[in-house]
């Protein structure tokens, strides 16, 4: 009898000095899943627009209509890139929440001469314009998106904010502008 008490003794001292040491996890978010589609998503539509540009030989690529406005629209955002963030650098464009730029203050740009603002309304209106297409193409293009096109919206948000430069503006959730 002494050796059974012996034996469960050790066995419950046993079972309750072992720890279970719970593995780490990482819940992703659906937001951020969203985000990394979209990422893919318009990383393949970069990709079209540097196979198009490299494009050897007669020059001839087979390219649809729509697809050749997205590639176009990606290309006019890689050659206003520099202009751009130097007006958000300025202060004057920010991002907002539906993935596209906005002027910061209006007043600012009133102060410059009428070239420099017809020069920022026609940066802005391209870009925006190019934004636009590529988020539309990106929608158009995955039906999980069609039924979501805001928080694509959201997610070319953040894209975008995270390649601004530091300390340039956006809309937080309030309306009220802030510096990344």
Do not use: H
């Not at 990482?26 to 540097?50: H, M």
């Amino acid at each position: 009898m002494t050796f059974f008490k012996i034996s469960l003794l050790i066995l419950i001292v046993s079972i309750t000095s072992c720890t279970v040491k719970i593995p780490d996890i990482k819940i992703t978010g659906e937001k951020t899943a969203l985000e990394n589609q979209v990422l893919g998503e318009y990383s393949k539509i970069k990709e079209d627009a540097w196979m198009v540009a490299s494009e050897r030989g007669d020059g001839q690529i087979k390219i649809t209509a729509d697809r050749k406005e997205v590639v176009e629209a990606v290309r006019d955002r890689e050659f206003l890139k520099d202009d751009i963030n130097e007006l958000k650098i300025k202060g004057i464009l920010g991002e907002i929440i539906n993935g596209l730029l906005e002027i910061v203050d209006p007043e600012k740009i009133l102060k410059s001469d009428k070239k420099e603002q017809a020069l920022i309304k026609l940066l802005l209106e391209k870009e925006n314009t190019a934004r636009k297409l590529i988020m539309q193409r990106i929608i158009e293009t995955d039906t999980k998106f069609k039924s979501s096109p805001k928080e694509v919206y959201q997610a070319f948000f953040v894209m975008n904010l995270e390649d601004s430069p530091e300390k340039t503006f956006y809309k937080n959730k309030k309306g009220k502008w802030v510096k990344k």
